[in-house]
């Protein structure tokens, strides 16, 4: 279900310093941190601070939030890893592939020609 903070959530724990992560960025409204299994180097999540399965529970201000700083840190991950190329991809749902039902949104350095996967 969604609650603000989730028990047995990886990321909530993430959030509140119970469980370690390569935090990039934390305040009020969101987290950054690099992902403990990267598709390449870089790949790093954004989450909100409250506890989210997926887009559909998210109000109007926590994806404002998320998106926000995905702004500001795409850049900074595009230059950081030297990458042409930028996904950002976000999955909703256990059918669509999603595996952690903390709401996340993934960016992708993509160094050449990468395959699209939708
Ligand atoms: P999803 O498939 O739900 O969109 O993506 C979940 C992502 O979370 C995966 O890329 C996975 O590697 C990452 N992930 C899962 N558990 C952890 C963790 O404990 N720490 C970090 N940093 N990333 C995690
Ligand atoms: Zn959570």
Do not use: W
Not at 7 to 17: L, T
Not at 27 to 56: A, C, K, M, R, W
Not at 60 to 77: M, Q
């Amino acid at each position: 279900g969604d609650e603000s903070v989730a028990q047995n959530c990886i990321f909530c724990k993430i959030i509140a310093g119970k469980a370690p992560a390569h935090i990039l960025y934390q305040d009020e409204q969101v987290l950054s941190f690099l992902d403990i299994s990267p598709v390449s180097p870089g790949h790093s999540l954004i989450i909100p601070t409250n506890h989210h399965d997926n887009i559909f529970s998210l109000s109007g201000e926590e994806i404002t939030a998320v998106a926000l700083h995905a702004k500001r840190l795409a850049p900074v991950v595009k230059r950081v890893t030297k990458s042409p190329g930028l996904a950002i991809h976000q999955l909703n749902g256990r059918a669509a592939g999603q595996t952690v039902f903390h709401y996340h949104m993934h960016l992708i350095p993509c160094q050449h020609d990468t395959p699209k996967q939708f």
